[in-house]
C-alpha cells in the first residue's frame, strides 16, 4: 500500500464523516491535488493513475454534495482501494428517512463507520424495515461483522489469509489477542550481556556474511550487529536464508541465548525480527501475534493498530457503570486497545483481567438464561414410598455404595418437585452411574409414562439394555415393573420390521423405555408420554442433539451423565445451569489398577507380561496415540505397529484393529468381537475411550503416553481394572524429558479422576475437558478456567444482574443482552 493513497484514504474517511461537506482539508479538497500528484509520484503509483484521480480532485470542490461521494468512489476504482470504495454514500441522499437529530448525533458511531455489504446473517436481520419511522440504533448494519477486506490495508488476499487464522470479521481481528509480547522498554544493552544470559536486544546490522567451515561441510552465516554501545556476533548454520533477509543499516530485534565462541561473546541461530524506527524510538511493549505462513508480524501490528484506532471508541461499554467501578474494570475500547498495544504492564494486567472477566461473564449470563427458563416449566411429579424403593433396592445383587445412595435421593427429590430435574451425574468410569439412572427410570415407568437412554454407540447401547433389562424385568414377587416387550433397543442395525413395532409401541405409549443410539433421534420417533431422558456420556452428543431427544416429551425429566470427572471450578462455569451431582466412590472390591512407566527399552518385558495375562485367559489393550505413521516419524501408530505385533511379537495370537477412521459400525462390529472374546488384543488409538464393559481385560499398554492428558489416560485406564482380578497399566512415554514425565508420575499416585482433572486443568487448560463444539467455550480466550477467583467474582455480578432483571430487559441492560447474544449465538446455552 502506497503512503500517499493511504493518506489519501484517511482524508477521504473525514471527508465522508463530515457528510462530504469539502471540510476535510483546509480551504477544500481541490487544493490538495498538486500536493497530492507529487507525492504519489514520489511513491511510485503508476503515472496512468495519478492523472485520473488529480483530474477528479481538482474539480472536486465545485461538486454538489452527492456527486462528491460519487467521485470519492470512483477514485476509489481507479486506485482499487477497497477502503474509499466503501466509504458511506451522502447521507441526506441516501438515506432520507433518517430524522434530523439522529444524522447529527455524534453518539451513533456507526454512522461514520464504512457502510457494510449484508454479509452476515445479523446485519441482514437488523437491517431497517424501511417506512419512514426513526432506526432504532440496533437496526442499523453492524460494523463490527463486517468482513476484514472491508478494512482498509486488507485485499482479498489477506484476508484469505485471515480466515486461516479463524479470522473473518473486522471484531475478530480486534479480539485476536497476542500471544506474547516484545516489551521493547526492557532490553538488555549489548554491553550488558552475560554468557547464559536469555535476552532480547535491540541492534542495527553492521554487516553479514558467509564462510566455511574448516571441514567445508557447512556454510556458516555470520552477521555483526551493534548498539551504541558495543556489537555482538549471530551465527547460523547452513541457513543461507538469513543472507536474504539481513540488510547492513537494518533494525532489528533479536531474542536468543547468549553463549561464547573463541572467548567472545556469540548468538546462534537466534530469533530476529526487523523492526521500524518508531518502536525502538517509542520503546513499546510490543505485541506478537500467533500467524500463519504469508502473514507478517509488522503487517498484522499495523493492520490491528489502525483497527483500534477507527473503531475501539466506537464500542459500546455494555457493562453498567456500577459494576465497572464496583469490581474496579478497565472500560472495554481502552482494555481492547491496551491488550494489543499495552502502555505498560499494569495496564496490561488490568485489560486481560477486564477481557476475561467479559468471558466469564457472558458465559453466565447465557447459562442462567437458560436456567431461568428450565426452572419455571413445570415437571410432572413422580412421588416414590420407601416402601416401593427399598423393595427395588433389596432385589439388586449389591448394595449401593454412600455416593450412589446420595445421587439417589438427589434424583427422587428432582422427579417429586414439581419442576422438570435438570440434573448432571458426574461419576467415574465405573463407580456404578447405570443402576442410578435405571432407578430413576424404574420411578418413571411404574406409574405408565416413558423413559429413553441415549448412548453414544451402539455396543453401549446393548450393554444398558441389557443391564437394564435385567434390573426392570426380574422380580421376587412376580409383579416385574415391566414386560421384556415394553422394554426396546433401537439402534442403526435394528431390522426394519422391529424398527415398525417399536416406533408403533413408542407412539401408542406401550414401549415404556427404549435404550438406543442418535437413532432415537434420528427416525421419526414420537413419544405417547415421554416424562424422563437419560442422556449417556453426554460429551459425545451436541448440544443440539440432547435438545432434540429433550422435545420429544413436554418438558420430560433430564439426567446427563459423564464419566469425565471436571474440577469444580470448571463445572461450576461450564454446567452452571444443571444441578450437579457427583459419584465419589467406587464399589467395593475393585482392586486399582497397578500402573507404571516404562521406557521403551523395557518394551519386550512388558509384552512377557501381556503374554502371561493371556495364557490365564484375559484380553489385553494396547493403545497409542495416532492412528497411521505420518511426517512425525517418532510418533508409533496403530495401523503400522498391529502389523508388527502380529507379525513380530504375536503371531500366536488374535490382534483386532480398532481406530477413528473406521466407520461408526466397522468400530461397533470390533469392540463387539473383542467383548466376545474373539481377540485377545485390542490394538486401538483412543476410540475406545467410551464406557464399554469388558471386565476380561486386565492389562493395557499406552504408547505416546507423554502425549495425553491425565484426564485421557485415566479414562483409558479405566477399561482395565473392571473385575476382581488384578489389572495392569503399562505407560511408556516416547521422550525421556524429565518434566514431561513427571507429569505422568500422578497416574501412578492417584487413581481419583477428580485429582487427576485438576492436574489437566493447571497444566494443559480446559481444552482437555471441553469440545470446542460446546458452544460459549470458544469464547474462552483468556480466562483461566483454574481461576477460581476470577469465575466467582463474574458469576456474582452476573447472578445480581440476572435476578434484578432476569430477561435483560431493562434500559441499562440492553447492551447487555445484546453482548451475551452475540456471544451466546444460536442461544445455545443450553449445556444439557
Ligand atoms: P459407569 O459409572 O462407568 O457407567 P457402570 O454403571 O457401568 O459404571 O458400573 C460398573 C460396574 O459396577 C457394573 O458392572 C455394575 O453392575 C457394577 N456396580 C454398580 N454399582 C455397584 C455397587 N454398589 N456395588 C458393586 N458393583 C456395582
Ligand atoms: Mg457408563
Known amino acids: 500500500m502506497f503512503r500517499s493513497i493511504e493518506k489519501l484514504y ?50 472536486y470542490s465545485d461538486l454538489s454534495i452527492q456527486k462528491r461521494a460519487q467521485a470519492i468512489k470512483q477514485i476509489g476504482q481507479i486506485l482499487d482501494n477497497p477502503g474509499i470504495k466503501h466509504l458511506p454514500g451522502a447521507k441526506a441522499l441516501e438515506q432520507p428517512q433518517i430524522p434530523k437529530e439522529t444524522q447529527n448525533d455524534p453518539s451513533k458511531p456507526t454512522q461514520m463507520l464504512p457502510k457494510v455489504t449484508q454479509t452476515t446473517s445479523r446485519a441482514s436481520s437488523r437491517k431497517p424495515s424501511g417506512g419512514a419511522a426513526p432506526i432504532p440504533a440496533n437496526a442499523l448494519p453492524d460494523p463490527f461483522l463486517s468482513p476484514t477486506n472491508t478494512v482498509h490495508g486488507i485485499g482479498q488476499k489477506q484476508s484469505q489469509l485471515l480466515s486461516k487464522l479463524g479470522i473473518f470479521t473486522v471484531e475478530d481481528l480486534i479480539y485476536f489477542f497476542p500471544r506474547r509480547y516484545d516489551d521493547y522498554t526492557k532490553m538488555k544493552l549489548i554491553k550488558d550481556l552475560t554468557y547464559g544470559d536469555e535476552v532480547t536486544i535491540i541492534a542495527c546490522v553492521d554487516r553479514v556474511g558467509t564462510f566455511s567451515s574448516r571441514d567445508k561441510n557447512r556454510k556458516i552465516i555470520q552477521a555483526v550487529v551493534s548498539d551504541n554501545t558495543g556489537s555482538i556476533q549471530l551465527m547460523w548454520f547452513n541457513q543461507i536464508y538469513h543472507l536474504r533477509q539481513l540488510r547492513k543499516n537494518m533494525f532489528i530485534s533479536i531474542s536468543g541465548k ?23 524510538n517509542t520503546k513499546r511493549i510490543v505485541p506478537v501475534y500467533p500467524l500463519t505462513a504469508r502473514l507478517n508480524q509488522r503487517w498484522l501490528r499495523r493492520v490491528i493498530f489502525s483497527v483500534l484506532e477507527n473503531w475501539a471508541p466506537k464500542i459500546p461499554e455494555y457493562l453498567t457503570e456500577y459494576i465497572l467501578e464496583d469490581a474496579s474494570l478497565m472500560d472495554l475500547p481502552t482494555a481492547l486497545k491496551e491488550i494489543h ?90 463407580s456404578g452411574k447405570t443402576i442410578i439412572a435405571g432407578l430413576g427410570i424404574a420411578m418413571v415407568v411404574r406409574s405408565g409414562s416413558q423413559a429413553a437412554y441415549m448412548a453414544p454407540t451402539s455396543i453401549l447401547a446393548e450393554q444398558h439394555y441389557k443391564n437394564l433389562k435385567q434390573l426392570l424385568t426380574t422380580s421376587s414377587d412376580h409383579h416385574p415393573l415391566l414386560e421384556e416387550s415394553q422394554i ?64 420429544k416429551g413436554d418438558n420430560p425429566h433430564l439426567l446427563v451423565m459423564t464419566a469425565t470427572p471436571i474440577p469444580r471450578s470448571l463445572a461450576l462455569t461450564v454446567y452452571g445451569d444443571l444441578d450437579l451431582s457427583v459419584l465419589d466412590e467406587m464399589p467395593p472390591g475393585r482392586q486399582p489398577v497397578k500402573t507404571y512407566i516404562n521406557y521403551p527399552v523395557e518394551r519386550e518385558r512388558i509384552y512377557n507380561l501381556v503374554r502371561i495375562q493371556i495364557n490365564r485367559g484375559h484380553q489385553a489393550f494396547i493403545i497409542y496415540p ?3 505413521q505420518g511426517e512425525n516419524e517418532e510418533v508409533l501408530a496403530a495401523v503400522q505397529e498391529y502389523e508388527r505385533l ?47 464393559d469388558i471386565p476380561n481385560a486386565t492389562i493395557m499398554i499406552i504408547e505416546g503416553a507423554d502425549r495425553f492428558g491425565l484426564a485421557q489416560l485415566h479414562q483409558l485406564r479405566g477399561r482395565v481394572g473392571r473385575s476382581a482380578e488384578q489389572s495392569y497399566c503399562f505407560l511408556i512415554p516416547q521422550t525421556s524429558d524429565k518434566v514431561e514425565n513427571e507429569r505422568l508420575l500422578a497416574m501412578v499416585s492417584t487413581h481419583d479422576g477428580f485429582v487427576l482433572a485438576e492436574h489437566d486443568l493447571k497444566q494443559r ?32 455480578y452476573a447472578q445480581q444482574v440476572f435476578e434484578n432483571d432476569p430477561t435483560l430487559q431493562a434500559e441499562e441492560h440492553h447492551l447487555m443482552r445484546q453482548a451475551m447474544e452475540h456471544f451466546w449465538p444460536n442461544k445455545e446455552g443450553d449445556m444439557s
Open 765 to 796: 487448560g480446559p481444552g482437555e475437558f471441553l469440545g470446542t463444539r460446546q458452544s460459549g467455550y470458544a469464547g474462552l480466550r483468556l480466562a483461566s478456567l483454574t481461576d477460581v477467583h476470577l469465575i466467582e467474582t463474574a458469576r456474582n
Open 10 to 59: 484517511k482524508i477521504f474517511k473525514l471527508e465522508a464523516d463530515l457528510n462530504y461537506s469539502d471540510k476535510a482539508v483546509v480551504g477544500g479538497l481541490t487544493k490538495l491535488t498538486e500536493i497530492w500528484q507529487a507525492d504519489a509520484r514520489g511513491d511510485g503509483v503508476p503515472e496512468g493513475e495519478i492523472q485520473q484521480v488529480a483530474d477528479i480532485l481538482k474539480g
Open 646 to 692: 502380529q507379525s513380530e511379537i504375536f503371531p500366536d495370537l488374535r490382534l483386532g484393529l480398532i481406530h477413528g477412521r473406521l466407520r461408526a459400525d466397522e468400530k461397533d462390529a470390533i469392540m463387539r468381537q473383542f467383548r466376545d472374546h474373539q481377540f485377545d488384543i485390542l490394538v486401538s488409538t483412543t476410540v475406545i475411550e467410551v464406557g464399554v
Open 488 to 551: 426396546r433397543l433401537l439402534i442403526g442395525d435394528t431390522p426394519s420390521r422391529e424398527r415398525h413395532e417399536i416406533l408403533e409401541g413408542l407412539a401408542q405409549g406401550w414401549v415404556k423405555l427404549v435404550i438406543g443410539t442418535h437413532a432415537l433421534i434420528e427416525d421419526p420417533v414420537v413419544f405417547n408420554d415421554l416424562q424422563f431422558v437419560v442422556v449417556d456420556e453426554q460429551h459425545r452428543f451436541g448440544v443440539s442433539q440432547r435438545a432434540a431427544l429433550r422435545e
Open 258 to 280: 547468549i553463549e561464547q565462541y573463541m572467548g567472545r561473546l556469540v548468538m546462534y541461530h537466534p530469533d530476529y525480527e526487523k523492526i521500524s524506527q518508531e518502536q525502538i
Open 341 to 430: 498495544f499495552p502502555e505498560n504492564h499494569d495496564n496490561l494486567l488490568k485489560a486481560r483481567h477486564r477481557l476475561a472477566f467479559d468471558e466469564i461473564f457472558l458465559l453466565q449470563l447465557g447459562v442462567l438464561r437458560q436456567k431461568h427458563e428450565w426452572i419455571n416449566a413445570e415437571g410432572r411429579k413422580f412421588p416414590v414410598d420407601d416402601d416401593w424403593l427399598n423393595n427395588q433396592l433389596n432385589r439388586l445383587p449389591f448394595s449401593l455404595t454412600d455416593a450412589q445412595q446420595k445421587v439417589l435421593s438427589d434424583l427422587r427429590a428432582d422427579l417429586d418437585s414439581g419442576r422438570p430435574m435438570n440434573r448432571l451425574l458426574q461419576g467415574d468410569v465405573g
Open 626 to 628: 495416532l492412528v497411521e
